[in-house]
């Protein structure tokens, strides 16, 4: 399945840190947008659908959730809770966040612009897309995600 954690060098003193996010260098794309979620019940999930073009890269600023990423035949579920550490997805990966903390503040980088003819939110309608266009492998590696 398509996806990596990647770890970001934390620079700082006695004054505080700073990460910082720098596009195909620690982040695997140009970024076009960012976005944040905050203030969420941890009751509630968020996402539940995949992404045609979009690649995204996950860092939990503050707090924690959870994430599960699931390709139509695997499905894995990873904690989010560490600021210097960001969880990249490949387009065509269905995606979900759940069980945020009351303080979890998930930003997200994104390498397109919103454009939501290119989101799939129905379960079936992308395991349909993913079987059609082969992309239902399991192979637990990101094949050269640097170089898309």
Known sequence: ???????FNIK???RGYLIAFEENVNVPFDVKRVFYIFDT???VTRGQHANKNTKHLLINISGSCRIKIDNGKEQL???LNRPDQGLFINN???KEMHEFSYNCILMVL?????????YIR????YLKIANNSGLL?????VSDIWKQ
């Open 41 to 43: 019940k941890g009751s």
């Open 137 to 141: 492998t399991v192979n637990g590696e």
């Open 12 to 14: 700082g003193d006695e």
């Open 110 to 118: 994104a390498s397109e612009y919103y454009d939501e003819t290119e």
């Open 77 to 79: 579920d990873f904690l």
């Open 1 to 7: 399945m398509d996806y990596k954690f990647v770890d």
């Open 92 to 94: 065509m990966v269905w």
């Open 122 to 125: 129905d379960y079936d309608e």
